[in-house]
């Protein structure tokens, strides 16, 4: 069974992606038909469509799928060091706040900084 906390932590990568989206949303008929889409210190050598803003939305959200199932059953998990039975329950939650930090924080990378220059001007 999942804490209540863990279950609420793991709604913030997803708050953030919806107010990601909503804030394209809201840019998107403003944003040039073609957006660099590659490159580096000013220099664009890849340029394509503007629905390519869409793409990290996308693969963050099957990110948080497979994070989301590992978190809902920590019991399928094969460890790399022997835990004991009665240690079992502690170390779930500890993998499960890990997994927790690492969807925020793959969230944060790959939504508004994907494209920020872009979408905020």
Do not use: W
């Not at 107010?19 to 050598?45: A, C, E, F, M, Q």
């Not at 890849?46 to 978190?71: C, D, E, Q, R, Y």
Request: charged letters at 15%; aromatic letters at 14%; proline letters at 6%.
């Amino acid at each position: 069974m999942i804490p209540k906390h863990i279950k609420l932590l793991f709604c913030i990568p997803f708050i953030i992606i919806i107010g990601y989206t909503v804030y394209l949303l809201t840019k998107y008929s403003s944003i040039p038909d073609i957006i660099p889409i590659h490159g580096y210190g000013g220099r664009n050598d890849g340029f394509g469509s503007k629905l390519f803003l869409f793409a990290p939305i996308v693969l963050n959200l099957i990110i948080l799928v497979f994070i989301g199932l590992t978190i809902s059953k920590p019991d399928k998990i094969r460890f790399t060091f022997e835990v004991e039975e009665e240690d079992k329950e502690k170390t779930y939650y500890q993998y499960q706040l890990v997994l927790i930090i690492l969807s925020i924080f793959v969230t944060l990378i790959m939504s508004p900084l994907s494209f920020s220059d872009v979408v905020f001007k």
